[in-house]
């Protein structure tokens, strides 16, 4: 059976700072995996996907994410965050047609 | 429309009351799928359609719940009996079948069974 972990509940940084959500899965072959953010009442809207190809993606943004085979990762990066980015952040793997297993998020705020 | 719209926005019932949450997907949309979220969790799949038939209806949590898609593009999840531990936010999505891993969200209907 396919899992997600995200590891850190609730992350803060400062504006401008770097940021990385960590995410560990478990799948018995190359997974999907993505990144989604989540906003307070709205929906879920998708920053990035890996599906094959070069382990680095890029999304929207401004956020990347690197897929590590030998540590089973899929971590969401931003090299300076601002304001508008805080959220909750979900790190999904997709199996078969389309259904996927999500973490259960990161929260993040950001300190001006 | 432009994209997954769900309604209604938030229903308030009471236990052993029946409802029914709807999903108009993207148009040209095969596939749908309906997952419930609840409060501090992630997303939980619940059943996935391609076309008019439930091609995987594995994480429907018991036989109170039963979903629909009878023209392939419109979905209505029912909900009967409703209990506390029902109260989530149901969300829907919608993917083309060139692209069936690429999931476009809807804004999630808010239930709370008092």
């Known amino acids: 059976a396919q899992s997600v972990t995200q590891p850190d509940i609730h992350i803060t940084v400062s504006e401008g700072a770097s940021l990385e959500l960590r995410c560990n899965y478990s799948y018995g072959a190359t997974p999907y995996l993505f990144w989604y953010v989540q906003s307070p009442g709205q929906g879920l809207q998708l920053l990035l996907k890996y599906f094959s190809g070069d382990t680095l993606v890029q999304g929207i943004k401004g956020f990347e994410a690197e897929f590590k085979r030998s540590q089973s990762s899929f971590n969401l990066r931003k090299p300076s965050v601002h304001w508008s980015d805080a959220a909750e952040y979900f790190c999904?793997?997709?199996?078969?047609?389309?259904?996927?297993?999500f973490g259960d998020g990161t929260t993040l705020t950001v300190k001006p | 429309g432009a994209g997954v719209s769900q309604t209604p926005s938030n229903k308030v019932t009471e236990k052993g009351k029946y409802v029914e949450l709807r999903c108009d997907p993207i148009s040209g949309h095969t596939a749908l799928y309906w997952y419930r979220q609840s409060l501090g969790q992630g997303p939980e799949f619940l059943i996935y359609f391609q076309g008019t038939g439930a091609a995987d209806d594995s994480g429907l949590p018991n036989d109170r719940f039963f979903a629909v898609r009878p023209e392939g593009s419109v979905s209505t999840l029912k909900i009967q009996r409703t209990e506390r531990g029902d109260s989530a936010v149901y969300l829907c999505?919608?993917?083309?079948?060139?692209?069936?891993?690429?999931?476009?969200f809807g804004p999630g209907t808010r239930l709370t069974v008092l």
């Open positions: 999904a793997v997709g199996a078969n047609a389309g259904k996927s297993t």
């Open positions: 999505a919608s993917s083309s079948s060139g692209s069936l891993h690429e999931q476009f």
